[in-house]
């Protein structure tokens, strides 16, 4: 026991240092759902309640739950309102997710495979990245690990079945749930999960217990939301799937299509991913990378199936609906992040690596270890990456674009940006507008030209993904000035000569 108390606690310094090491890989707002948080954790130590301050007329917040807000709040006021102090509830986060999560795969695994696992999903350059981050995703992995772990039965597996825990244990694994709820929406994964679980075992009581517990801190934030008129919610963003506008089953299928032939492969394998399907198709290969995506993502399929006997129903149960509920919704391969030890699993078993179909735990190795070996490093290589390929890089520099804003814009002015507002808030410290305000970022070309124009001051920040290629061009007629140009050679603040009347 003394040595395996000590190997995770080198594992877990080691992941510590990656997550340190690599979390300047984005700007603070660089990814834009942090600007929100980092945004609402301002406006409640400001005093202003849970609003959008980044916006002049500061709309009650209906979207992004409350949690993670609350806990950037106390950092940033301990150091002064340091932006850096945003992204340490996600890095003590993550680190407490490496001991929770060797726990969780102790149950169904031993020896080097509970080790070369953990550190697998520990190193996973996902999560190295995440946890440097003001997001919710590290925090999530540690919520949704955690409760497993409380609820799946303390007793190593074939031992029996063990003692029922009492009402306390129910009441507080409901607790946490509805914090999770308050974290991320997509945990109703794991809820529905562990009711399902509990009705299905007729525990009738329990549920009702954990049902209440998850209730009880959620009641503070639908009081808010119904204070709130209109404003973006993940309903309404689900419905209006901007994302892929085609008919529910035609999008079903779409999701389907993608997650198994290349966010699953992409995340277990570490290997595929953009670049190498362009590297493929240029060298006329493309179809062999296809074909090993799809091979991967069966290969996990098969695993699944195999050891639908050998993992408790629980955790199937919540992959089951976890995946469901992706099909529905916007995809990202970051939301198949609380999933990844047991895809892992199911990759290695899907492969055959074991010599024989038996529990998990004292299994005959053949090729598991050395493919698990592979996949650390991997994982390590890519970390690597993350610290001499920052993807900040990909981004607009914030704080080039905000300073063109606070040294050319006066404080007066409308200042619309072609990028995120919010993100530019951030670092320029005053009221933005949006370009485009509509769900899902719709407006384009003359319709987009025709907002600019309401503005006095512009802030054109070109981006790869979502720059229309005509946009540049019209912000060099006339009516915009340049007025200055950012020092990464890529943002312009223009002027916007109004009409005289």
Same mark, same amino acid.
């Given at each position: 026991m003394?040595?395996d108390?000590a190997?995770v606690?080198?594992l ?19 990814? &834009? ?6 945004m ?8 202003q /309640?849970?609003?959008?301050?980044a916006?002049?007329?500061?709309? @009650?917040e ?13 950092f ?8 850096w102090?945003?992204? *340490? ?11 929770? *999560?060797? @726990?969780l ?7 080097w ?18 946890a440097?981050m003001?997001?919710t995703?590290a925090?999530s992995? @540690? ?21 029922p ?7 507080g694994?409901?607790?946490?749930l509805?914090?999770?709820m308050l974290l991320r ?8 999960a562990v009711?399902?679980?509990?009705l299905?075992?007729?525990?009738w009581?329990?549920t009702?217990?954990?049902a209440?517990?998850?209730?009880l801190?959620?009641l503070?934030?639908w ?10 919610t993940?309903?309404?963003?689900a419905? &209006?799937a ?16 993608i997650?198994?032939g290349?966010? &699953? ?5 570490l290997?595929?991913?953009?670049q ?9 290969v493309?179809w062999?990378v296809?074909g ?6 069966a ?14 129903a ?9 995946l469901?509920?992706? @099909? ?9 992040l609380?999933?990844?030890?047991? *895809?892992t *699993?199911?990759l290695i078993?899907?492969s ?8 998990l735990?004292g ?12 996949l650390?490093?991997l ?10 390929r ?32 919010k ?12 370009a ?10 003359a319709?987009?030209? $025709? $907002?600019?124009r309401?503005a006095?001051y ?6 790869a993904? /979502?720059?229309?290629?005509?946009l540049?061009n019209?912000?060099g007629?006339p ?17 916007v $000569?109004?009409?005289?009347?």
């Amino acid at each position: 026991m003394g040595s395996d108390r000590a190997r995770v606690l080198a594992l877990t310094a080691l992941a510590m240092v990656a997550y340190v090491a690599c979390a300047g890989g984005l700007q603070i707002g660089q990814h &834009v759902d942090d600007a929100s948080y980092v945004m609402l954790a301002k406006a409640l130590l400001s005093g202003q /309640g849970y609003r959008q301050i980044a916006y002049p007329d500061a709309p @009650l917040e209906t979207k992004y739950p409350p949690l993670l807000p609350l806990l950037i709040a106390p950092f940033l006021w301990l150091s002064g309102g340091a932006l850096w102090a945003a992204r *340490l509830p996600a890095l003590v986060s993550a680190i407490a997710a490496v001991p929770v *999560l060797w @726990l969780l795969l102790r149950r169904f695994a031993d020896g080097w495979t509970l080790w070369l696992v953990t550190a697998v999903v520990a190193l996973h350059p996902m999560i190295v990245g995440f946890a440097g981050m003001a997001m919710t995703e590290a925090p999530s992995l @540690l919520l949704t690990w955690g409760i497993l772990l409380l609820v799946l039965p303390a007793v190593p597996p074939g031992s029996g079945e063990a003692k029922p825990p009492g009402a306390g244990r129910w009441l507080g694994t409901g607790l946490l749930l509805g914090l999770g709820m308050l974290l991320r929406a997509d945990t109703v994964a794991l809820v529905a999960a562990v009711a399902l679980w509990l009705l299905w075992r007729h525990r009738w009581t329990e549920t009702g217990l954990t049902a209440l517990g998850c209730i009880l801190p959620l009641l503070p934030w639908w009081m808010h939301l119904a204070r709130a008129t209109g404003g973006e919610t993940y309903l309404v963003e689900a419905a &209006v799937a901007w994302w892929d506008p085609s008919p529910l089953p035609m999008r079903l299928w779409h999701s389907l299509v993608i997650y198994l032939g290349d966010y &699953v492969p992409q995340v277990v394998t570490l290997v595929f991913g953009q670049q190498v399907t362009a590297a493929a198709q240029t060298h006329g290969v493309g179809w062999l990378v296809v074909g090993l995506q799809w091979l991967t993502s069966a290969l996990v399929v098969v695993g699944a199936w195999c050891l639908r006997r050998q993992l408790p129903a629980l955790v199937l149960i919540f992959i089951i609906l976890r995946l469901g509920m992706l @099909l529905a919704f916007a995809r990202a391969t970051r939301y198949l992040l609380p999933m990844l030890p047991f *895809l892992t *699993l199911f990759l290695i078993e899907g492969s055959g690596l074991w010599r024989r179909r038996l529990c998990l735990r004292g299994r005959e190795v053949s090729g598991a270890i050395p493919a698990l070996a592979l996949l650390l490093a991997l994982a390590l290589g890519r970390d690597g990456l993350l610290l001499v390929r920052p993807p900040r890089l990909q981004y607009p520099d914030l704080v080039a674009g905000a300073a063109l804003i606070r040294e050319h814009a006066p404080p007066e002015a409308v200042v619309m940006c072609t990028w995120v507002a919010k993100s530019f808030w951030l670092y320029a410290d005053r009221p933005l507008l949006e370009a485009d305000p509509t769900l899902g970022r719709r407006l384009r070309g003359a319709e987009l030209l $025709r $907002r600019l124009r309401q503005a006095d001051y512009v802030l054109f920040s070109p981006y790869a993904e /979502g720059e229309d290629p005509a946009l540049a061009n019209q912000m060099g007629e006339p009516e915009f000035e340049t007025v200055a140009v950012a020092s990464d050679g890529r943002q312009r603040l223009l002027r916007v $000569r109004h009409p005289t009347p």
